[in-house]
């Protein structure tokens, strides 16, 4: 090995070692998933072999863990956003959560809470609109509501419910 090989070997460790130091750094200030931590390596110019490492290793430490991802993004998303099942199930998805993964962080949401909480956006949108045409009405509340991930079974559900009140 020449001189000049040591030194660049010697440099790609220290960058090594100074992206471990920054993801675990961010890993350690607010719970991130693996897809992100990936995105954020490349963005350093870290290489993929050494992205892999580094995942790997803050996955054996518990610095990582996506199935924890999922539980506090849904948990957010639910309680700040007030998102649907199907809007936080495929933003999960696109950050490459596990199905399984997705499927219990999801299951943790409170049926009557989330019937409520899909109650109540649809009758506070229902007060802002004012079209007075009953089936113009329901069209722009589904609308809304299924853009917020509400299932259509449930946007029925209330929107007839509240019909018949």
């Known amino acids: ?47 993929d072999a050494d992205a892999d490492r580094i995942i ?17 993004f849904v948990k957010d998303k639910f309680r700040f956003n007030r998102w649907g099942k199907i809007k936080i199930s495929h933003m999960l998805r696109q950050k ?11 299951d943790q949401i409170d049926e009557e809470a989330y019937f409520q909480v899909c109650a109540d956006l649809i009758r506070s949108k229902s007060d802002t609109l004012k079209d007075k045409n009953q089936f113009a009405r329901k069209a722009k509340l589904f609308r809304f509501a299924s853009g917020r991930g509400f299932e259509s079974d449930l946007i029925y559900r209330i929107l007839n419910k509240d019909e018949n009140e």
Do not use: P
């Open 1 to 47: 090995m020449t001189r000049r090989d040591l030194s660049e070997s010697k440099n790609r460790a220290l960058d090594y070692k100074a992206a471990l130091h920054r993801a675990a750094a961010l890993c350690s200030s607010q719970e991130q998933c693996a897809e992100h931590i990936r995105e954020k390596l490349r963005g350093w110019s870290v290489s």
């Open 96 to 106: 490459r959560i596990s199905s399984e993964s997705i499927k219990k962080a999801i």
């Open 56 to 72: 790997e290793y803050l996955l054996k430490e518990n610095f990582l863990d996506d199935q924890r991802y999922a539980m506090h």
